[in-house]
């Protein structure tokens, strides 16, 4: 053969791999991605999870039609942290995120990044007014919305801007109506300080929730309660010291929100997106409702009340049915399955499992251990145990979650087969963890003068 014919053979191959890698390579489909969450929600109080108050007709609809996870678990239990890891595919450590002011790592690959270089317009918006200072969080959306209206006198009609919310992404979505499209929602519903109007307040008034403690104390701490309520979620309440009382103003928050979603989804109808619309729900982190000392707040700590949270995914489009799903999965899940539900190959540091394989039935490795991270203790869980590591104190909890779920026997000093392997798993990050030790968060003084009314600062 001369060489003028390999050459030949040699070019057609070249011509046919780039077409095979432009095949693997390019978007299956053209769906658009409506991602809702919401602030501080609790699976366990949703009608889909088996919650027996009506907190959300919306969401169980979708959760009827879609997959529903049972398990699934947040990287931290603070906001600032959670949505980045939401965003990014990457534990706190790899994005550097692990409070309001911190910068996002330029190492990371966010997914409205990755949508964008294919073709989607990204929008961003919020009630949370936080999320704004997580540095470069804004920059990968095209659309980036997070203000809130802002007194210093407590207002209920003033305070949260969620009201406004709802109509801009409504708006935002009919602008792009012709364009594939992205738009993440976040509520800050039901999180502090649970504001919501007389009607859904009215709506679960009265409710007995069989609580552990009945009389709450008030906390010692005047911003964010540990052992005790919020001294500034009582005087909003006129010192109402009873929790049902609060756990029905969390649920009335619930079905608030879930009213706004219930919007959304009318929107998509209007409009005959719903068949071309893949719809996620979820949340940045739990709450804690009267275990381990935690009264309506969270962070601080990682027991599972403060770090499961909701995940449902629909897509009528994509032949998505109702299911539910035990195996435990992770919130660095939600933006690698995103991509490949729409047929979008799995970028660069990328760190969490595409569930996608899940949904269809199929066996996924990886995300059985799910690390969840705050400035001073780590925790590994599957759906059998869960070790906390706290740094400061250089000690450990672990527990049996298949016969003490509520986590409430530690099992200090167990050196048994399981022990030693969470320790060892929870040791790499462990290491890893002294170089983010000590980062300085850069907030301006009206940043810190609203994250102070959300419970956050001091
Ligand atoms: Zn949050």
Redesign the pocket.
């Known amino acids: 053969m001369s060489s003028k014919n390999n050459l030949i053979i040699l070019f057609l191959g070249v011509i046919l791999l780039s077409a095979a890698v432009y095949l693997i390579n390019r978007p299956r489909n053209n769906m658009n991605v409506v991602f809702v969450t919401f602030?501080?929600l609790r699976p366990d109080h949703l009608g889909c999870y088996g919650y027996n108050k009506p907190t959300s007709p919306n969401i169980d609809k979708v959760a009827s039609e879609g997959v529903v996870f049972l398990n699934a678990i947040a990287q931290s239990s603070?906001?600032a942290p959670?949505m980045s890891s939401i965003l990014t595919s990457a534990y706190p450590l790899q994005h550097g995120v692990f409070n309001f002011g911190d910068s996002l790592s330029g190492e990371v690959t966010p997914l409205s990044k990755v949508l964008k270089k294919n073709g989607y317009a990204t929008a961003f918006l919020s009630s949370?007014k936080g999320i704004s200072t997580i540095r470069n969080f804004d920059k990968y959306f095209d659309s980036f919305y997070c203000i809130w209206i802002f007194g210093d006198q407590w207002d209920d009609n003033k305070f949260v801007n969620t009201q406004e919310v709802t109509p801009l992404a409504i708006k935002w979505i009919e602008n792009n109506k012709n364009s594939k499209f992205f738009i993440w929602i976040h509520y800050l519903e039901p999180?502090f300080p649970m504001i919501s109007s007389f009607e859904y307040k009215k709506m679960f008034a009265g409710y007995r929730h069989n609580p552990e403690i009945n009389n709450l104390p008030l906390a010692a701490d005047e911003v964010y309660g540990i052992g005790g309520l919020p001294n500034r979620l009582a005087r909003l309440n006129n010192y109402n010291k009873n929790i049902d009382y609060y756990i029905n103003l969390y649920d009335a928050s619930i079905r608030y929100a879930d009213d706004q979603l219930g919007q959304i989804l009318n929107c998509l109808k209007a409009l005959h997106l719903s068949d071309k619309t893949l719809v996620i729900i979820s949340a940045?982190?739990g709450e804690g409702l009267g275990r381990h000392g935690l009264y309506f707040t969270?962070g601080f700590r990682l027991y599972d009340e403060l770090i499961r949270v909701p995940l449902i995914i629909y897509s009528k489009g994509l032949s998505i049915r109702f299911k539910e799903v035990k195996n435990q999965v992770r919130q660095i899940d939600i933006a690698p399955t995103i991509l490949g539900l729409l047929g979008i190959r799995k970028t660069v540091n990328i760190h969490g499992a595409n569930l996608a394989f899940l949904i269809k039935g199929e066996k996924v490795h990886g995300q059985e251990y799910a690390f969840s991270f705050l400035p001073n203790k780590l925790s590994v869980r599957t759906n059998g145990f869960k070790l906390i590591y706290d740094t400061d104190h250089n000690s450990y909890e672990f527990y049996n979650l298949r016969n003490d779920a509520e986590e409430l026997n530690s099992l200090p000093g167990r050196e048994d087969k399981e022990f030693i392997n969470f320790k060892d798993r929870l040791a790499y990050y462990a290491d890893e963890y002294g170089s983010f030790k000590g980062i300085k968060t850069r907030l301006s003084d009206e940043e810190k003068k609203a994250l102070h009314s959300l419970g956050y600062l001091q």
């Open positions: 602030d501080a603070h906001t959670c949370h999180h940045d982190h969270h």
